[in-house]
């Protein structure tokens, strides 16, 4: 069963800690070492997750029978909720926890859910069009040290009511 756990202060602090090896296993190949250690400090280091929460970011650990799966981060807008982030151990994947997380925005907030993919992480296309997901857009972030961020803009729209 999923369910989540908003994070207080004390466990932002230390999500760098339980987000980099997730995230360098799910980047490994896919972007540059450099770049994946720059986009870890820009999301996790603890001042600039303040700050991004002062902005409207929830952050919420995903539990799987109890035990942390891994991490989300949304923010809700007029029209869709953001996800930002939504990441799982490797042996919490396969489980359909991620199906479930979009179930549940869409459930709770009744609004379609955007993200941001990267273009080169197929993995994470497959799931996301898997899941109903379509590529609205596509975009192109500069970053310090001469990298870029391409990615997709998906949409999962609200389930039709016939």
């Given amino acids: 069963m999923v369910t989540y756990h908003p994070m207080d202060t004390n466990e932002l602090e230390h ?54 799966a891994g991490f989300i981060a949304y923010e809700l807008y007029d029209g869709y909720v953001y996800l930002d982030k939504l990441y799982l151990k490797s042996t919490y ?12 925005l869409i459930t709770r907030y009744q609004k379609p859910i955007r993200l ?3 273009q ?23 970053l310090p040290g001469g990298f870029v961020n391409r990615d997709y803009i998906m949409e999962k729209p609200l389930p039709s009511m016939i």
């Fill in 15 to 68: 999500l760098q800690d339980f987000a980099a090896p997730i995230w360098r296993e799910c980047y490994h190949g896919v972007l540059p070492e450099g770049q994946i250690e720059l986009l870890i400090h820009k999301y996790f280091d603890f001042e600039h997750i303040k700050a991004f929460q002062a902005q409207g970011m929830c952050y919420d650990y995903v539990l799987f029978d109890g035990e942390p």
């Fill in 93 to 104: 994947r396969g489980k359909h926890i991620s199906s479930a997380v979009f179930n549940d």
């Fill in 116 to 118: 941001n993919v990267n």
């Fill in 120 to 142: 080169d992480n197929r993995l994470g296309m497959r799931a996301y069009q898997g899941n109903g997901f379509e590529i609205i857009e596509t975009k192109e972030y500069p």
